[in-house]
């Protein structure tokens, strides 16, 4: 079993649209939590942490669920400019420590 | 907003030479990290650097791999003899560590990459 699991994708969506990536992480032992976005051949961009709490940041959304070892993120109103490859990405640390990454899911917005 | 940054964007050498991949984390992070990308394929971890060692690597990071902080700014990964399958993005992230605001300390941040190509 894969460390971080993720859609394979890909997602292809009309502008506005709503979209979900989900992510399952196999060490229950996991501490922190994140969504990168990542550009053709480009680095990998922190989006945001994911808190067990939920949070947001304008359109984005992510939850965790640490029972379950799952991730999502939520984008609402999709741009053109959302067109990009998602990652999720595990920490084993709270504080520093190796990142996983997933394989990553790749959303393209259409006009 | 700071940023890592990397020298050079692309390497090309020939198989058997040895390359230095230079990085320049944020100033006052503390913890430094190599990840490598091959074409197509996910982003892995090579290691990770804190207090001048090494406090964690992969077992891809073996001894053609080092790393070094030669003086308060630049961090280097050397791969000694390269290898046709050492081609990939090498990114250099950083994260600041436990004197960040809660939650953020174990955000790391990622340099543009090296293109590293093995002919």
């Known amino acids: 079993r894969k460390e971080v699991e993720q859609d394979p994708g890909p997602f292809n969506v009309p502008e506005g649209a709503t979209v979900a990536f989900n992510c399952t992480y196999s060490n229950s032992a996991s501490q922190s939590f994140f969504w990168y976005r990542q550009d053709c051949r480009k680095e990998p961009k922190l989006l945001m942490s994911v808190y067990s709490s939920g949070n947001e940041d304008g359109r984005f959304t992510a939850q965790l669920n640490r029972a379950s070892q799952y991730i999502s993120l939520l984008i609402r109103d999709s741009k053109l400019s959302d067109s990009a490859t998602y990652l999720c990405v595990v920490n084993m640390r709270a504080n520093a420590g190796k990142s996983t990454f997933g394989d990553g899911t790749t959303l393209t917005v259409k006009p | 907003e700071p940023e890592v940054t990397q020298t050079p964007s692309h390497q090309v050498t020939q198989m058997g030479q040895e390359v230095i991949l230079r990085c320049v984390p944020i100033s006052n992070h503390l913890y430094f990290y190599w990840y490598r990308q091959i074409l197509g394929q996910k982003v892995e971890f090579l290691v990770s650097f804190y207090n001048n060692e090494i406090s964690e690597k992969s077992e891809i990071f073996d001894d053609q791999f080092s790393v070094e902080r030669p003086d308060g700014s630049n961090f280097t990964l050397k791969i000694r003899s390269t290898k046709l399958e050492d081609s990939a993005m090498y990114f250099c992230?950083?994260?600041?560590?436990?004197?960040?605001?809660?939650?953020?300390?174990?955000?790391?941040?990622f340099g543009p990459g090296t293109r590293l190509t093995v002919l």
């Open positions: 992230a950083s994260n600041p560590g436990q004197g960040a605001a809660s939650g953020r300390h174990n955000e790391q941040f």
